[in-house]
């Protein structure tokens, strides 16, 4: 079995604003794009006009309707992918040591040479982050861009995995977690970012931001459905509100 690092030099992770993200799929197209023709490639689509598609994608977005406390609905677009965490299960599991964490950065990766496609490492992580390539017989996974995010040849801005530097809504930040004054520790710190399932004790890099309160502007946490008028005095004026609530309702 593959032992993990005491210590890495860098947290490299994401953190995800829920809030923000519209569900656009986006960070899982770039995703699939970048990396099939990067370190990973190919990543194998099985079917992709058929009936049921499917395939290799490193990033997927799920989208939930949610109720809160009060009976107020919302919808939450939630993109899923490799946590890099801490205490890897993953790596830990695999019998080849083709499941590693480097110790520079933190970044989980897979040694495709030395894979031979148990898919133990699937089992162990309780995120299903992990895709098996049924054509290449091995498991692949999230590499955070590893290429893209050092290679010299790009502009500094630019070195960010391809999901972050395609989402419209700017709903993906990367950076370092192990770093408490780096931008995107000061994120998770001021919106009270999470760890997606802590229960499970892999102590995840990856971070979520909670959606905000829906305000109405009165201290209440729904936004109104209907125009509110304080005065209907004046017939036209009241007319035109009226009308206007219809279209926007």
């Known amino acids: 079995m593959t032992s993990l690092p005491k210590t890495t030099a860098k947290k490299l992770g994401l953190v995800v604003d829920l809030d923000i993200c519209v569900g656009c799929h986006a960070c899982a197209v770039n995703c699939k794009e970048w990396n099939a023709g990067a370190k990973s ?72 040479d030395i894979c031979i496609g148990c898919k133990l490492c699937s089992w162990a992580c309780p995120y299903g982050a992990r895709e098996y390539d049924e054509n290449e017989g091995v498991m692949k996974k999230c590499t955070l861009c590893v290429d893209k995010i050092y290679n010299e040849n790009l502009p500094e801005e630019s070195r960010v995995p391809a999901c972050v530097s395609t989402c419209p809504a700017g709903a993906r930040s990367f950076g370092d977690l192990g770093d408490p004054d780096s931008e995107v520790s000061k994120l998770v710190a001021a919106r009270g970012g999470y760890d997606l399932m802590p229960e499970q004790g892999t102590k995840p890099v990856n971070k979520y931001l909670p959606p905000r309160p829906r305000q109405d502007g009165r201290g209440g946490d729904k936004a109104p459905r209907m125009l509110e008028h304080a005065d209907d005095s004046t017939e036209g004026a009241g007319l035109i509100a009226r009308w206007v609530d219809k279209i926007l309702s």
């Open 41 to 112: 490639a190919p990543l194998t689509d099985y079917d992709p006009y058929g009936k049921k598609p499917d395939g290799v994608w490193f990033n997927r977005v799920h989208t939930y309707e949610t109720t809160d406390e009060a009976g107020h609905g919302q919808t939450v677009h939630f993109p899923r992918s490799c946590l890099h965490c801490e205490d890897a299960p993953c790596v830990t599991v695999c019998p080849t040591g083709a499941s590693y964490k480097r110790e520079e950065d933190g970044i989980v990766l897979v040694n495709e």
